[in-house]
């Protein structure tokens, strides 16, 4: 397994600098570092923290989805850039590279437990097929399990034969192909990036494609875009644009989001997920940071300030918590909720901090505060994880 400290997620373009990281690092940790630019227009692709310069591949989270093995890759997902112990422990002083490694190897061996070997997949949600087996893979892969591993194979295998049928787990598909052998499965990325723009409504969201748009579905359609496009594949112009606006447009004026675009009353994970979709959206439309007149490179372009950005900020500023899924604290109606979406809503904020390049949100250590949340709650001897409610949490 990568002994990276801190591991990358979905690689994402950084909307500018990577500002500071003041105060004092767990031991072995440095400042993040710009890794990917465009070979010709110097435009900032990626921004990650790592502390090896060989951290390993671009990883996602978790969608909501009722199955227990989902709950358990939410959690390994995020333990791949927060470090942790075992629930039983009490943290005492720094935590340390070894703690985050071994509760990534628990969570890898459980996973690779729960597969089918003879069918080289996971229990799946028939209303999502392959989509479970796409999310697992996907954790497998950036937790350190080679592509050529067995089981790796064996889930490829099936997700190969899949037509697209729905978004979370076409998206899903989508990115497990980019992170595995992206060359070999290079056509039916493009077929499912066609696919995708197929099903993106008028307004610029997706559904299920069954039903009106949400801005889940639309999350993780934008996620396997651009981690198709960063393979190779062709992404529309139009459909960034459409996708930007539409983000843009269902924002609430307080700054933060809800589920549809009609919400007026946004909570942590959605907020979370309109802060990471409007920076990756707005870093496929917007000008590059650098052009080519008369062959000389001319950088720093003046760039639009995306208010949008620092409004959904703001909000989940004065709303932080990493021990429950946020909303407005002054909303009644929404009291008691808080336990709702709760590891999903982590994997967003995570997505926040790295896609936006911000250690602190607000007066909070949101990369410190995670894991010391996080890491308390893996099993000790299942070495998964449950959560509340739902079971995708």
């Known amino acids: 397994m990568n002994t990276s400290f801190y591991r990358p997620i979905v690689g994402v373009r950084s909307t500018g600098g990577l500002g500071g990281f003041p105060g004092k690092l767990p031991p072995g940790l440095r400042p993040p570092t710009i890794v990917r630019t465009h070979p010709l227009s110097g435009k900032v692709l990626s921004a990650r923290l790592s502390v090896s310069p060989n951290a390993g591949k671009d990883f996602v989270g978790s969608i909501g989805w009722h199955l227990r093995q989902v709950k358990v890759l939410q959690l390994l997902v995020l333990l791949c850039l927060w470090p942790g112990v075992a629930r039983a422990q009490q943290l005492a002083g720094p935590i340390t590279a070894n703690q985050v490694r071994r509760a990534i190897e628990g969570g890898v061996k459980y996973l690779l437990s729960e597969q089918s070997v003879q069918r080289g997949r996971w229990n799946e949600v028939q209303r999502y097929p392959g989509g479970v087996t796409a999310l697992c893979a996907l954790a497998l892969l950036n937790a350190g399990v080679e592509p050529q591993h067995p089981q790796i194979q064996q889930a490829l295998g099936f997700l190969r034969k899949l037509e697209p049928e729905a978004t979370y787990s076409t998206a899903l598909q989508t990115m497990v192909f980019a992170a595995a052998e992206p060359q070999r499965d290079f056509p039916l990325i493009q ?42 594949a062709v992404v529309q112009p139009d459909t960034w644009q459409k996708a930007l606006d539409y983000w843009r447009g269902c924002q609430t004026p307080r700054g933060s989001w809800g589920y549809q675009a009609n919400w007026q009353k946004g909570s942590g994970s959605m907020t979370c997920a309109g802060i990471a979709a409007t920076v990756i959206c707005s870093g496929h439309v917007r000008p590059p940071n650098a052009v080519i007149r008369q062959d000389q490179v001319q950088c720093c372009q003046p760039q639009a300030v995306d208010n949008s950005l620092e409004s959904g900020l703001n909000w989940l500023a004065q709303n932080f918590s990493v021990r429950r899924n946020p909303s407005a604290r002054r909303n009644p109606e929404q009291r008691g909720q808080g336990s709702v979406w709760h590891y999903y809503y982590l994997y967003g904020l995570e997505r926040v901090g790295r896609l936006t390049a911000r250690r602190f949100i ?3 250590d949101w990369y410190r505060e995670g894991a010391e949340f996080l890491v308390a709650q893996q099993d000790p001897f299942s070495r ?10």
């Open 362 to 364: 607000g007066e909070h």
């Open 191 to 232: 077929r499912n990036v066609g696919w995708l723009e197929s099903v993106q409504l008028e307004a610029g969201s997706w559904s299920y494609p069954r039903g009106g748009g949400d801005n889940s579905n639309s999350q993780f359609a934008v996620l396997a875009l651009h981690e198709a496009e960063r393979v190779g």
């Open 384 to 393: 998964n994880w449950v959560g509340a409610h739902h079971a995708e949490d």
